[in-house]
Protein backbone atom coordinates (compact mmCIF):
# COMPACT_ATOMS: atom_id res chain seq x y z
CA UNK A 1 0.00 0.00 0.00
CA UNK A 2 1.44 3.68 -0.94
CA UNK A 3 0.06 6.38 0.98
CA UNK A 4 0.27 9.77 -0.24
CA UNK A 5 -1.14 12.46 2.32
CA UNK A 6 -2.09 16.67 0.65
CA UNK A 7 -3.75 19.49 2.05
CA UNK A 8 -1.19 20.80 4.91
CA UNK A 9 -0.23 24.39 5.21
CA UNK A 10 0.00 27.53 7.33
CA UNK A 11 -3.25 28.48 9.08
CA UNK A 12 -3.77 31.02 11.83
CA UNK A 13 -5.03 29.83 15.27
CA UNK A 14 -8.73 28.85 15.54
CA UNK A 15 -8.82 27.97 11.57
CA UNK A 16 -9.38 25.17 10.16
CA UNK A 17 -7.69 22.20 7.56
CA UNK A 18 -8.36 19.39 5.94
CA UNK A 19 -5.66 16.51 5.36
CA UNK A 20 -6.42 13.83 2.27
CA UNK A 21 -4.54 10.13 2.25
CA UNK A 22 -4.85 8.88 -1.11
CA UNK A 23 -3.85 5.28 -1.07
CA UNK A 24 -2.85 3.15 -3.53
CA UNK A 25 -1.72 -0.75 -3.83
CA UNK A 26 -3.83 -3.24 -1.76
CA UNK A 27 -7.69 -3.25 -1.66
CA UNK A 28 -7.94 -0.37 0.89
CA UNK A 29 -11.13 -0.51 1.73
CA UNK A 30 -9.78 -3.77 4.14
CA UNK A 31 -7.12 -1.93 6.29
CA UNK A 32 -7.93 0.39 8.65
CA UNK A 33 -6.65 3.61 8.59
CA UNK A 34 -4.93 6.46 10.75
CA UNK A 35 -3.43 10.09 11.15
CA UNK A 36 -0.36 10.53 13.54
CA UNK A 37 1.34 13.46 14.12
CA UNK A 38 5.40 14.20 14.97
CA UNK A 39 7.55 17.69 16.11
CA UNK A 40 11.39 17.52 16.02
CA UNK A 41 13.11 15.78 17.86
CA UNK A 42 9.46 13.99 19.79
CA UNK A 43 8.22 10.83 18.87
CA UNK A 44 5.39 10.24 16.57
CA UNK A 45 2.04 10.34 18.60
CA UNK A 46 -1.10 8.83 17.74
CA UNK A 47 -3.98 11.20 16.60
CA UNK A 48 -6.66 9.32 14.96
CA UNK A 49 -7.67 6.19 13.41
CA UNK A 50 -11.15 4.77 11.27
CA UNK A 51 -11.92 1.06 10.72
CA UNK A 52 -12.25 -0.82 7.77
CA UNK A 53 -15.59 0.78 6.73
CA UNK A 54 -15.63 3.94 8.50
CA UNK A 55 -18.45 3.26 10.76
CA UNK A 56 -15.96 3.36 14.01
CA UNK A 57 -13.40 6.35 14.75
CA UNK A 58 -11.41 6.88 18.01
CA UNK A 59 -9.50 9.75 18.39
CA UNK A 60 -6.05 11.28 21.38
CA UNK A 61 -7.57 12.80 23.86
CA UNK A 62 -5.93 16.31 22.65
CA UNK A 63 -8.00 16.50 19.53
CA UNK A 64 -11.50 15.16 20.11
CA UNK A 65 -13.90 17.15 19.28
CA UNK A 66 -12.28 19.03 17.15
CA UNK A 67 -10.61 16.74 14.73
CA UNK A 68 -12.92 14.32 12.22
CA UNK A 69 -11.38 11.37 10.79
CA UNK A 70 -13.37 9.61 7.88
CA UNK A 71 -12.26 7.77 4.41
CA UNK A 72 -14.32 7.63 0.92
CA UNK A 73 -13.22 3.57 0.24
CA UNK A 74 -14.82 4.03 -3.15
CA UNK A 75 -11.97 7.14 -3.57
CA UNK A 76 -9.32 5.39 -1.83
CA UNK A 77 -8.68 8.28 0.71
CA UNK A 78 -9.04 9.12 3.74
CA UNK A 79 -9.32 12.47 5.52
CA UNK A 80 -8.53 14.51 8.50
CA UNK A 81 -11.03 17.49 9.02
CA UNK A 82 -8.64 19.78 11.81
CA UNK A 83 -11.17 22.39 13.13
CA UNK A 84 -10.24 25.09 16.13
CA UNK A 85 -6.18 24.45 15.33
CA UNK A 86 -4.00 25.94 18.10
CA UNK A 87 -0.24 26.48 17.81
CA UNK A 88 0.50 23.06 19.24
CA UNK A 89 -1.43 21.17 16.60
CA UNK A 90 1.81 22.62 14.42
CA UNK A 91 3.31 19.01 13.23
CA UNK A 92 4.11 16.83 10.48
CA UNK A 93 1.22 14.66 9.68
CA UNK A 94 1.35 11.28 8.72
CA UNK A 95 -0.87 9.02 7.52
CA UNK A 96 -1.13 5.35 8.48
CA UNK A 97 -2.40 1.99 7.24
CA UNK A 98 -2.88 -0.71 9.45
CA UNK A 99 -2.80 -4.84 8.59
CA UNK A 100 -6.33 -5.63 10.19
CA UNK A 101 -9.90 -3.77 10.09
CA UNK A 102 -10.94 -2.77 13.54
CA UNK A 103 -10.08 -0.40 15.47
CA UNK A 104 -10.39 -2.42 19.03
CA UNK A 105 -6.92 -1.58 20.94
CA UNK A 106 -5.57 0.63 17.56
CA UNK A 107 -3.40 3.37 19.82
CA UNK A 108 -1.63 0.29 20.85
CA UNK A 109 -1.00 -0.75 17.54
CA UNK A 110 1.83 -0.62 14.85
CA UNK A 111 1.00 0.67 11.72
CA UNK A 112 2.24 -1.12 8.71
CA UNK A 113 2.23 1.26 6.33
CA UNK A 114 3.37 5.22 6.20
CA UNK A 115 2.96 8.12 4.32
CA UNK A 116 5.87 10.30 3.86
CA UNK A 117 3.96 13.19 5.66
CA UNK A 118 2.36 17.03 5.67
CA UNK A 119 3.09 19.86 7.46
CA UNK A 120 0.55 21.76 9.20
CA UNK A 121 1.73 24.99 11.19
CA UNK A 122 -0.62 26.90 12.89
CA UNK A 123 0.51 30.66 13.15
CA UNK A 124 -0.84 32.35 16.84
Known amino acids: VQLVESGGGLVQAGGSLTLSCAAS????????MGWFRQAPGKEREFVAA????????YYADSVNGRFTISRDNAKNTVYLQMNSLKPEDTDVYYC??????????????????WGQGTQVTVAS
Open 50 to 57: VSWSGGST
Open 25 to 32: GRTFSSYA
Open 96 to 113: AGYARRSIVDIATMTPSY
